[in-house]
């Protein structure tokens, strides 16, 4: 091994042959170092190294200057000395006497060594150089052009070695170092994206795009190119192979080619796309109603049999396309409310994606009471234009013809309450309104529905510290008539099975999860939730491959989808995967919170401290126990909104917990559920 290692990736450093830190304190000192090494021939005139670092001085003040700071180097940094030889004329470095970083990397790539690469890059923390900005304009000059002259050279070779490579996972490691390096990251991303696609990690394809998208707007105020965003849609409207090609090049993931491809549409299940509706009044009320409707709408299409329904938040006439290619019909449903003569004026249009053909279009006035006809009505005509073949009685089952309006007012009143209360006293008001519904109208399966998720989660975590035995008692009963009402809906069965698992009976809730996933198998929420109950129950890989598969479904899914992600990472014992998860899962819950916070602290990462303290406030700011709150009671807590089976996954929780700095204690009986 040669005397002397110098680290020109990140800050410049110089160890001797045993790791030793010898570097110059002098910063021009190091600056030459660099300079030189990073030359041909490394080395230089004086005149050169003169007017790169001193040209603010006078010729003779400038050559003093250099002689001081090779005095210098053998007075303050005399092991390594003899790295610099210098002559009347020129300045270089001792031929055979070191090697630098960057020749390690060049011969990664000139190898096209993916493992060594892979390795190299991950561990590369910094520019160029990185701390030597500021010295004089002319080395400035030069360093920017020679950060990106490496940029450059990096990018490109390392990008053809992980196209190469046959062994995908570290060609996935160089993507995500590239999108983290280079300058211009979206060739790397799109890489990274078809293999991840490849090998059915679809939570990481969504990452990669959605750090990539704050990145961007970051650093640039701009939006991922055209071809990244239609890969990405391409890509969720395609299922993952279950026998790949070998290499990035042969599976076709050279950038530029489609995964998905062109063509005429394929025979996959029928699509709707659903829009967000436009409120074109700024009206708050009239926001919560579009969300209540869409929801609805969304609900009564999954009824349907063999129908994949699809929520996109910002729906472009090419991720339409892309979204739906597969399909064997589809089409987009989007809308608007603005105020009308008597209240609120609904215009909904339904198009054939296809042809741009416009299948229907509908305009309704409605006042306050008559919502729910309008509910009834926008339901049976988009399943009737998406269908017209399947039975009204599929849809009429929610039995909204026979409701009065009054139990829809009620309901629709007790949706937006739910969605936008802010404390225990208006949830439990908005779940009145509901119960209401239920008086008025006993097989409003939809009002059950809604009511079992309240209670079953006390009001959306929205209460700790309390007793929740008495509504979850009566969760089970609603959700119980949910399912005898309506014995083929998905998401009875699903809100069955979570009130079993909240019971802490296990078998009875995996075993209606189960039915829930073949009666709703193209409906990407309801996978999704099914897939986090299975990780509470101690199927953390399985769950995750259902949460993959909802990713699958919505190719624009909730950020929630993330954090159940994460969960079942850190109940594996991955901390690390879980934390990159929780960058997009932006859930402010209390449970992903202690789940971060574990992760943290298992991990000893600074931000530990603040996350632990950010949910101790949160918890006590929604406490109703009997006694004041206090550590201690954050694992009952947690655990009552997470029902962990595996007592190994509450120790990882509490173990982190009390790395973060929390003063918790192993409590993990069953008392705890």
């Not at 960057?102 to 561990?123: H, Q």
């Not at 009564?300 to 019909?329: F, G, W, Y």
Request: charged share 25%; proline share 6%; hydrophobic share 45%.
């Amino acid at each position: 091994m040669p005397p002397f290692h110098l680290t020109l990736l990140g800050d410049m450093r110089v160890r001797d042959s045993a790791g030793a830190d010898i570097t110059p304190r002098g910063r021009k000192m190091r600056a030459l170092i660099g300079y030189l090494a990073r030359l041909p021939a490394h080395a230089a005139g004086r005149e050169r190294l003169v007017g790169l670092l001193w040209s603010d001085r006078g010729e003779a003040q400038a050559r003093a200057s250099l002689r001081q700071a090779l005095a210098d180097l053998k007075d303050q940094a005399p092991a390594a000395a003899p790295l610099v030889v210098a002559t009347r004329q020129d300045v270089a470095l001792a031929t055979g006497a070191w090697r630098a970083d960057t020749m390690d990397l060049d011969a990664a790539l000139d190898g096209a060594d993916a493992a060594t690469l892979a390795a190299r890059l991950s561990a590369l923390d910094g520019a160029l150089l990185a701390d030597l900005d500021g010295l004089s304009p002319a080395f400035d000059d030069w360093l920017r052009g020679e950060r990106a002259r490496f940029g450059a050279r990096l990018s490109t070779a390392a990008l053809a070695v992980a196209e190469a490579c046959p062994d995908r996972e570290p060609a996935r490691t160089i993507a995500t170092a590239l999108q983290r390096l280079a300058d211009d990251p979206e060739a790397a991303v799109r890489l990274g994206m078809r293999l991840d696609h490849a090998v059915g990690d679809l939570a990481s394809m969504h990452r990669r795009y959605r750090l990539l998208e704050a990145q961007l707007a970051r650093d640039f105020d701009a939006e991922p190119s055209s071809a990244t965003r239609l890969l990405l849609i391409d890509l969720s409207a395609t299922p993952p192979a279950p026998a790949a090609a070998t290499t990035a090049s042969d599976a076709g993931f050279a950038d530029g080619g489609g995964a998905a491809g062109g063509g005429a549409a394929g025979g996959g299940a029928p699509v709707i796309v659903v829009s967000p509706f436009a409120v074109l009044d700024g009206d708050g009320d009239a926001q919560a109603l579009s969300r209540v409707l869409l929801n609805d709408i969304e609900a009564a299409l999954n009824r349907l049999p063999d129908i994949r329904v699809l929520s996109l938040s910002h729906p472009t006439s090419e991720r339409l396309e892309r979204v739906s290619r597969r399909a064997i019909a589809s089409y987009s449903l989007s809308g608007s409310i603005r105020p009308g003569a008597l209240g609120r004026r609904v215009n909904l249009r339904l198009v054939e994606l296809g042809e741009e053909r416009v299948v229907w279009s509908h305009q309704i006035d409605a006042g306050p009471d008559q919502i729910g006809a309008v509910l009834d009505d926008v339901v049976d005509r988009v399943a009737g234009a998406m269908l017209p073949t399947v039975e009204r009685d599929l849809i009429a089952s929610r039995r909204l013809e026979a409701a009065a309006p009054a139990a829809y007012a009620l309901y629709l009143r007790g949706r937006v309450g739910v969605l936008t209360a802010r404390t225990l006293a208006e949830a439990q008001g908005a779940a009145a309104h509901l119960e209401q519904a239920l008086l008025l109208d006993p097989g409003f399966v939809n009002a059950r529905l809604h009511l079992v998720l309240c209670y079953n989660s006390d009001f959306l975590q929205r209460i700790a510290g309390h007793d929740p035995a008495p509504w979850r008692a009566r969760a089970l009963k609603l959700a119980q008539e949910a399912v005898q009402l309506e014995p083929h809906n998905a998401d009875a069965r699903a809100r069955l099975g979570w009130c079993h698992l909240r019971h802490g009976q296990w078998d009875r809730a995996e075993a209606l999860l189960r039915e829930a996933l073949a009666l709703g198998p193209n409906h990407a929420d309801n996978v999704e939730q099914c897939g986090l109950a299975l990780t509470l129950i101690g199927h953390a890989s399985e769950g995750r491959r259902c949460i993959q598969r909802a990713f699958e479904l919505n190719p624009f899914p909730r950020s929630d989808y993330f954090a159940d992600v994460a969960l079942s990472h850190a109940l594996e014992g991955n901390p690390t995967a879980a934390l990159e998860q929780f960058e997009l899962g932006s859930d402010p819950s209390p449970q992903y919170l202690a789940i971060e916070t574990a992760c943290l602290g298992l991990l000893q990462r600074q931000a530990a401290p603040a996350r632990a303290a950010e949910l101790r406030e949160g918890l006590l700011a929604i406490w109703q126990g009997p006694r004041p709150f206090h550590d201690g009671d954050i694992p009952e807590a947690i655990f009552k909104y997470l029902p962990l089976r595996d007592p190994s996954h509450r120790a990882i929780v509490v173990d982190g917990l009390r790395a973060a700095g929390l003063q918790v204690e192993h409590r993990l009986s069953h008392s705890l559920l």
